[in-house]
């Protein structure tokens, strides 16, 4: 069993940054595969960035590519996702996810276990 718990959201500025945590319960953090995925009001989720369980591998969306870092840190049983110049269409819960049988999972339906989400607001 694994849970998950977001912090690091909040209001900033367009241009700003944040950094999104997400900690891990459990002893085998290293056997999942972590995403983010964000949703907007009237949208569906949709996947930010994923990293594989050694860290070596990750994929972002194109939306995102050169702004945003996903990054573990195994011994501390945390990812984060590093936002930088974010923009007003970068406002959404922000969730992370894990799963144990996929290197780099894409899909939401592919992912076992999600946190409770951290709301991101960037103001224009």
């Known amino acids: 069993q694994v849970q998950l718990a977001e912090s690091g959201g909040g209001l900033v500025q367009a241009g700003g940054s944040l950094r999104l945590s997400c900690a891990c319960s459990g002893r085998t953090f290293s056997s999942y595969a972590m995403g983010w995925f964000r949703q907007a009001p009237g949208k569906e989720r949709e996947l930010v960035a994923t990293i594989s369980r050694s860290g070596g591998g990750t994929s972002y969306a194109d939306s995102v590519k050169g702004r945003f870092t996903i990054s573990r840190d195994n011994a501390k049983n945390t990812v984060y996702l590093q936002m930088n110049s974010l923009k007003p269409e970068d406002t959404a819960v922000y969730y992370c996810?894990?799963?144990?049988?996929?290197?780099?999972?894409?899909?939401?339906?592919?992912?076992?276990?999600w946190g409770q989400g951290t709301q991101v607001t960037v103001s224009s």
């Open positions: 996810a894990a799963d144990s049988v996929r290197s780099l999972p894409l899909r939401p339906r592919e992912y076992g276990y």
